[in-house]
């Protein structure tokens, strides 16, 4: 299950922030007396914009924050939340750390794999699902659990993976 | 029905994420008692009087921490409530959050104040989207009431306080690492020396608490010091909520008082083991901590006894391994955990654990030879207290933990080429890799 | 000086300044402990963890006396954890042990951790025999690899043109990210993705936008980084290392050139040496591959009716003695003037000199070639506090506020720039730039003050800020004098104020008032020119301007200077210091008699007063403000003798070229901007038929009948010793390793009013100087350089651009007063609008006419012409 390298693809040439999401960067550099400190939350405001970190969203926000390009992109692929790759419509990110996996996490990745057609970090060619195994997310009493885009879904199993699945469609 | 002594007692209470329930409850009154009515000092005093320990992992007592804050400083001092909630087994800050979010306010309000600090910061993992918004809204009701702004509560003390949101790394629960990650950078650890009592966020001094710490503040100011040793005993006064999970009938955070046996908390509290399966392993403090067997389950629940096994407390995160799991398999979980985490800054963490992976997955896929239970042995201990920060130990121990209790297991492994015990082993095949 | 601390490092007992490091103790100590993270320049990191030891202090009893063992010493109370010597300070007392079993296990499972993605393939890898990772696996590795599973591998790449990335032997030091970022300002590279899957690389894997100075490569312990130039060239071991000075710029830097057989195939940093250490700009590291280039010289030319023919040493000096002899005895000594030198050594300055003063009797020497109006050296040495201890590098980097007088740093003094840049990022150094361009100690990221003065107008701003200084008072630590001439200077600057320094400058006075209220104020502080004044159109004005501001600053007292001045060469401090200018003698006596400047000199070869010219190593076509006027002196001369490398235009032009060594050829020493003389050293040996200027010198001087006998540059060096002043006591063997500053009587302030005349006309103000990757004459003859700069652009800020309907790639023809040239045409946005800057290199900017007031202007329009200069 690791990380691995994973590297933004291209994406648009350049991008600018919506109106609304000039206000929330304006917002979120308000909040820290040091500006370089805003850099989380403008990834998270282009994220939420664009769904994912192209190169130029990291461009857009090293301007926004006042940073290197390099910096933006560095702490940009630190953290594995933010989607360096386009990802689908639902992003199904299931636990596989101990206390889940001993539940039976492993087993629902395998059924999610097979009922999707797809492995982890892989799209659905619809491009409705995209499946990530991920570690802890702090769900241990309730697992398995697997968050879809920021939403818990938690004390799985096939079944209630199903009933999910035909819901989020 | 009443799930705990403190923390938990009317967490359950409909509305109490609402600033008027809270208040109903005696919410914010520690505040109005003392913030601009003590003096700094009087609030630390109460707190070390307590003997309140950190609840993040370290159990270093909180009072004592605060009280290392430069008083003269000029710069700005700032008070972090550390809610990344990372370490595996543990989720009682996410519960404690997001059903009582005004109890963390008003604790890092009079942590803010102890300390001389105007400006506070919550850094929750960046799963905790909906937490952030949950306590957003609590924050801006608190100011539009006037208990957080220029003028708490009316006492002249000004205090600000913002949520912050990682983005997946369960390194930025450390605390130098937590701070990296604040001011925008990698999130890796910094140096200590300096502490962040002394240099902390922007070279300031700076305190770092655990939400749970956080949370016991308001009560203890309130009640005083001696009040909160009623629970729990001489070194590790006061109450805990333990997080269990694994194959026990009612997992779930339990608020018990510190000492309180192990073996009732999994067999009362929890109601045993589910149905067809025995304990044979627990790993009470988070999987950071070695592991114990079976026989050492009437553990008393506290740093000192923990200790005492060979193990800690740590963040109260009880994970229970059942006798058809096979030890092998859990701790090559575990280890990926850790190899997948380690932040890469130095080299025993990030390199040992890349190896510890792949020796287990060897030994797990029934490749293993006759040296790798001493390799991994030896990995281990080149890394334990070799590495920068304790992610390093924290990968490291609980495989000495699962070597000193289970040994026969990876014997197993390397003799048959096969797990000894694993109800799970069809389900896990191939999942990992 | 911090107090000192005794600590025992492996039973060796040493003592070391508080504060110390335990791994700088230990080599104190002569222990060696190995460092991969940690480096001299970057603050401790402590993240490899290679140099781990135990360390531990005296046990104390209740009375807090030492604890003694049954043998009499004091018992030690050991940490429990190996801790890192990069990281811990040694306190009085304390015990270090770096190779107890404990500390040797630790290290060595470092080490085994460092091997664990390390692909192995040494044979393969440029740092192979010279890596630190070998070294240590040598001496501290097992036998064998207990690691036997796959390793993660990355792909290799190239990030531009100069760096090449292996990541799979990185061993994420974070080394050339700090340098990157913490030396150099850059922030080029970062480490991107976590864990053992951590890699370095650049944002989205570009090329690196950066200096290009290859320093990432030099810290690489490993063979991650390695430089493309020098790729599979050759392997350490086939490399004669040899430390000499390099010759790109007036900083000076150690520099140690790799040769093998007649060919420079590498240079590097010196660690441990030098003003600069490791560092090196990128003409420093990737430049010297001119010294290679196949089109050098190889025989003495001599013009036999149209055309110069190659000829043999004997008949050229034998010619241009008879020719010098004939002159001086027809037209007297002072119709022979000798040209240039600042890239000479001082040994060949002083000869230079000498030959014309006391053999041929002429006094018409003057090194700068470049300026339009001539300084003369004493106002040089006057401006830059001379006599006094100077400013160091290291004093720069230690500066509390730096205020940069109209130069870019970075085309023209690149360690000076990465002094402040760590200056700022580890020491709170202020920068405050004076530049009509946003130049890279500009940019915001540096958080300084940028005074963007309006071309032309450096003198007014200069005059403000003298003003702006006297209001605060007069300075500390002036003599009487200096300051009772502060005073009367007062009164001509009274207007100096409000809107008028607005209008005039383009900068509110309220920003100049800052900018010196700042200076004057900070304790340790420093002022640098350099050749936007030296060669700026009203220099002589600007550079007494100067130094009426040092004075008023507190940069000049009685005691000690901060300004440093930065020629055009490598030594143009030397020529100075050594006399090679027209009112000058060695040692700066003032020139009994004042010559003619070269500038003067030229104009007067124009009109047929002087009638030969001797050059050294200047491609005055080129590069000479008035081309007009020395294609005329060309003209008119009987003979110009040219010492060159190459067949420059200049060259081409005379009666007798005589090929010289390049400096990596020759022996000698050498001056930097912080006046600080050091001995440069022969790699090589010179190219077949060139010799050393020195050496043609002597040749010239003994035909003409003069008893010199010096064997070496070494006996040269010696008579100057015994005869200049500042120069007393000094050999070849006093100057190692670090070279000797150079003092010597101060020189008395003369303080002066003058006036400010503001760039007259329309059009576009013309502005220029070096830049890194294209600078002077020679950078287009290093390969490397030449690829990097992609030829010499006209630099157009977006709206300028726009204005004149051009887009990148275009063609721009200016138009100057003498007429037009034709660049191609880059936007710039740190031109401001209504300029245009073409670097000085190869650029010809002479064509278009001779800078005067406060510069030039050019008009300028869309080319359909094709061709370009400098391309
Ligand atoms: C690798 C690592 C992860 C940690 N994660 C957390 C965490 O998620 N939450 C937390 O409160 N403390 C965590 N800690 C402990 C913190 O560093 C710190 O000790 C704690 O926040 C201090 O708060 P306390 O004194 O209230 O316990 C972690 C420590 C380490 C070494
Ligand atoms: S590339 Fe070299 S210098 Fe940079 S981090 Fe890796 S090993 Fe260190
Ligand atoms: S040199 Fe000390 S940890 Fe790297």
Redesign the interface.
């Known amino acids: ?8 693809v291209d994406g648009p040439a350049t991008l600018e922030w919506s109106e609304k999401a000039k206000a929330e960067v304006a917002d979120a550099l308000s ?4 500006k ?6 403008v ?2 405001i282009a994220q939420r914009e664009w769904g994912w970190l192209s ?1 130029a969203a ?2 857009l926000v090293a301007g926004s ?11 940009a ?6 989607n360096l790759v386009p990802v689908g419509r639902h992003h199904l990110q299931l636990c ?4 889940c ?4 996490a ?2 629902l ?2 059924h999610l794999q097979k009922k999707l057609g797809v492995s982890h970090g892989e799209t659905t060619k619809d491009g409705r699902y995209t499946l990530r195994k ?10 398995p659990c697997m ?1 879809v885009g ?3 879904h938690e004390n799985l199993d096939e079944a209630k993976v199903d009933a999910l699945l035909e819901k989020l469609k | 029905m009443s799930r705990g002594p403190l923390l938990f007692k009317d967490i359950d209470t409909p509305g109490l994420t609402g600033l008027d329930v809270y208040k109903k409850q005696g919410g914010y009154e520690a505040v109005a008692s003392s913030v601009g009515k003590k003096t700094p000092d009087e609030v630390i005093e109460i707190v070390k009087a307590s003997g309140l320990r950190g609840r993040g992992g370290a159990g270093f007592p909180t009072g004592l921490k605060w009280s290392f804050v430069p008083k003269q400083s000029p710069k ?1 001092r700032y008070i972090v409530c550390n809610a990344d ?7 009682k ?2 519960e404690l959050m997001e059903l009582n979010p005004h109890l963390l306010i008003e604790g890092m309000i009079l942590a803010g104040f102890a300390i001389g600090s105007h ?1 506070g910061y919550i850094y929750l ?6 937490v952030q918004r949950i306590l957003d809204k609590a924050i801006a009701e608190a100011r539009a009431a006037g208990i957080l702004g220029d003028n708490v509560m009316g006492s002249g003390y000004a205090f600000q306080l ?1 949520t ?7 390194i930025c629960g450390e605390e130098t690492a937590l701070l990296s ?7 890796q650890p910094r140096l200590k020396p300096p502490f962040p009592a002394v240099e902390g966020l ?1 070279a300031s001094p700076t305190v770092v608490n655990n939400v749970e710490t956080l949370m016991a503040v308001p009560h203890i100011v309130k009640n005083g010091g001696a009040w909160y040793r009623q629970w729990g005993n001489e070194k590790s006064p006061g109450t805990k909520v333990f ?5 026990v009938k009612r ?3 339990y608020e018990v008082p510190l000492g309180y046996s192990m073996k009732s908390l999994i067999e009362n509290e929890c109601g045993g083991m589910r149905d067809g399966l025995k304990l044979k392993a627990i790993i009470p403090g988070g ?1 950071s901590v070695p592991m114990l067997p079976a026989a050492d389950l009437d553990t008393p629940l506290d740093y000192e006894s923990m200790n005492a096994k060979g193990t800690f407390l740590g963040s109260g ?1 009880v ?1 229970v ?2 006798d058809k ?1 096979c030890i092998v398999d ?1 701790l090559w ?2 280890t ?2 850790y ?3 380690s ?1 890469g800054k130095c080299t025993p963490c990030r390199e040992g654990t890349y190896w510890m992976s792949e020796v287990l997955e060897r030994l797990e896929n029934g490749t293993g030879r006759d040296a790798d239970i001493d390799l991994l042995a030896d990995v281990a201990d080149n890394i334990l207290g070799k590495s920068f920060c304790a992610l390093g130990d924290a990968a490291a121990m609980p495989v000495q933990g699962a070597l000193k209790h289970f040994r026969a297991e990876f014997e197993h492994h390397v003799k048959h080429k096969t797990c000894l015990v694993n109800r ?1 082993r069809e ?2 095949a ?4 | 000086m911090s107090k000192l601390v005794k600590v025992t490092i492996d039973g060796r007992t040493v003592e070391v300044p508080a504060g110390t490091l335990v791994t700088d103790a230990s080599r104190a100590a002569e222990v060696h402990v190995p460092i991969f993270c940690s480096h001299s320049k970057l603050p401790p990191l402590g993240a490899c963890r290679i140099c781990v030891v135990e360390v531990g202090m005296p046990k104390l009893d209740a009375n807090r006396q030492p604890v003694m063992a049954a043998d009499g010493t004091p018992e030690i109370a050991w940490m429990p954890k190996v801790q890192t010597g990069c990281t811990t300070t040694v306190a009085d007392g304390m015990h270090v042990r770096t190779a107890s079993n404990v500390a040797t296990k630790a290290r060595k499972g470092v080490m085994e951790f460092l091997l664990v993605n390390h692909p192995l393939d040494c044979p393969v890898c440029d740092e192979g025999g010279e890596c630190q990772l070998q070294d240590l696996a040598f001496a501290f590795g097992h036998d064998h690899s207990r690691m036997d599973e796959a390793k ?1 591998t ?1 792909d290799s790449e190239d990030l531009g043109p100069i760096v090449k990335k292996e990541a799979n032997r990185c061993i994420v030091c974070m080394r050339c990210v700090r340098y990157c970022d913490e030396v150099m300002g850059e ?11 951590t ?1 370095i690389s ?4 570009q090329p690196l936008a950066c200096e290009q100075c290859g320093n990432c490569v030099e810290v690489c312990p490993v063979g991650a980084l390695t430089a493309l130039p020098y790729r599979f060239k050759a392997r350490p071991w086939d490399l004669r290392q040899h430390i000499t000075i390099c010759e790109w710029c007036p900083n000076g830097c150690s520099v140690r050139l790799g040769v093998r057989g007649m060919e420079i195939l590498r240079a590097r940093g010196t660690e441990f040496r030098g003003v600069n250490q490791e560092y090196l700009c990128v003409r420093g590291r990737f430049g010297h591959d001119f010294v290679n280039a196949a089109d050098r010289l190889t025989a003495p030319l001599v013009r036999t009716g149209a055309a110069l023919q190659p000829s043999t040493q004997e008949e050229a000096v034998t010619y241009a003695a008879a020719r010098l002899r004939d002159i001086a005895a027809t037209h007297g000594p002072d119709s022979i003037a000798f040209v240039g030198g600042e890239k000479l050594n001082v040994e060949e300055q002083f000869l230079f000199q000498k030959l014309a003063r006391h053999v041929l009797g002429s006094t018409n020497v003057d090194a700068r070639t470049r300026v339009a109006a001539a300084v003369s050296g004493s106002a040089v040495l006057r401006a830059t506090g001379g006599g006094r201890p100077g400013l160091t590098f290291q004093g720069l980097y230690e500066a509390k506020e730096v205020l940069v007088l109209f130069e870019d740093l970075q085309g023209e003094a690149p360690l000076a720039q990465a002094a402040i840049v760590r200056g700022f990022r580890q020491r709170g150094l202020h920068v405050t730039v004076a530049h009509a361009r946003r130049v890279k100690l500009a940019r ?2 540096f958080k300084g003050d940028h005074l963007a003065v309006k071309p032309g107008a450096e003198l007014a701003l200069t005059l403000a800020l003298t003003r702006a200084a006297l209001d605060l008072g007069m300075p500390e630590a002036v003599p009487a004098e200096v300051s009772s001439a502060l005073g009367a200077l007062q009164g001509s600057l009274a207007s100096w104020t409000g809107d008028k320094v607005q209008n005039e400058t383009g900068v509110s006075a309220a920003a100049v008032a800052a900018a010196a209220k700042r200076m004057r104020e900070a304790g340790a502080k420093a002022l640098l020119f350099g050749r936007g004044v030296l060669e700026h159109a009203q220099a002589p004005a600007l550079v007494q301007a100067i130094e009426n501001l040092a004075w008023a600053l507190g940069a000049i007292t009685a005691e000690q200077s901060s300004v440093m001045a930065f020629g055009p060469h490598h030594d143009s401090a030397g020529a100075l210091e050594i006399g090679l200018s027209h009112d000058t003698l060695p040692g700066h006596a003032n020139a009994p008699k004042r010559g003619l400047s070269a500038r003067e000199a030229i104009a007067a070869a124009a009109e047929g007063k002087v009638r030969a010219l001797w050059i050294v190593s200047d491609d005055l076509i080129a590069s000479a403000p008035d081309r007009a006027l020395v294609e005329k002196a060309f003209e008119k001369c009987e003979l110009v003798i040219v010492n060159e490398l190459f067949l420059t235009r200049t060259a081409a032009r005379a009666h007798v070229v005589f090929p010289v060594a390049a400096f990596a050829e020759k022996e000698g020493s050498v001056v930097n901007s912080e006046r600080r003389l050091q001995k440069s050293n022969r790699a090589l040996s010179p190219r077949k038929g060139a010799r050393a200027d020195w050496d043609v010198f002597q040749s010239v001087a003994q035909a003409l009948g003069a008893d010199w006998r010096y064997r070496t540059s070494e006996d040269v060096f010696r008579e100057i010793a015994r005869t200049v002043p500042g120069f007393a006591g000094l050999s070849y063997a006093t100057l190692l390793p670090d070279g000797a500053l150079l003092t010597g009587t101060p020189i008395a302030a003369s303080i002066k009013a003058v006036e400010a005349a503001p760039l007259a006309g329309e059009g576009l103000a013309l502005l220029s100087g070096g830049t890194l990757f294209a600078d002077g004459s020679l950078s287009s003859r290093s390969a490397t350089l030449a690829k990097l700069a992609g030829g010499v652009r006209a630099r157009l800020a977006p709206a300028e651009a726009s204005r004149l309907g051009l887009v990148a790639g275009d063609r721009v023809e200016l138009t100057g007063p003498a007429g037009p040239a034709v660049f191609a045409v880059e936007i710039d946005d740190s031109v401001p609008a209504g300029a245009v800057f073409v670097p000085a290199a190869g650029a010809e900017l002479n064509r278009l006419g001779v800078p005067s007031g406060g510069g030039l202007r050019v008009s300028a329009r869309k080319s359909a012409s094709a061709a370009t200069v400098g391309a």
Request: proline share 6%; net charge neutral; charged share 20%.
């Open positions: 299950m690791s990380h691995g390298t994973v590297m933004p909040r820290y007396p040091v370089r400190s805003a850099v989380l939350p990834l998270w190169p990291m461009r924050v006042g940073l290197p390009e390099s910096e933006v992109f560095g702490v692929t630190f953290y594995t939340m933010f596989m750390t101990l206390s996996s001993l539940m039976g492993d087993r990745y395998k991920v570690e802890c997310l702090a769900a241990c009493g309730k697992g968050q920021f939403d818990y | 700005a909630e990372s370490e595996p087994g543990t989720f800050d996410r400006q993992r960046g799963e905790f989207e909906y913002y912050h949101l990682g983005a997946g790394a369960y990650s604040l001011e925008g950078y990698r999130g922007y997080s269990v999970s694994g194959p997992p779930g955070n999987s995160g994970i391994i059942d799991t859990a979980n575990v990926r955990f190899q997948h985490e932040c799970r389900e896990v191939g999942v990992r890799a | 993660r990355f922030n080029a590279l970062t480490a991107h993705q976590r864990g053992v899957h890699e650049s944002f989205d894997r915001p990221k």
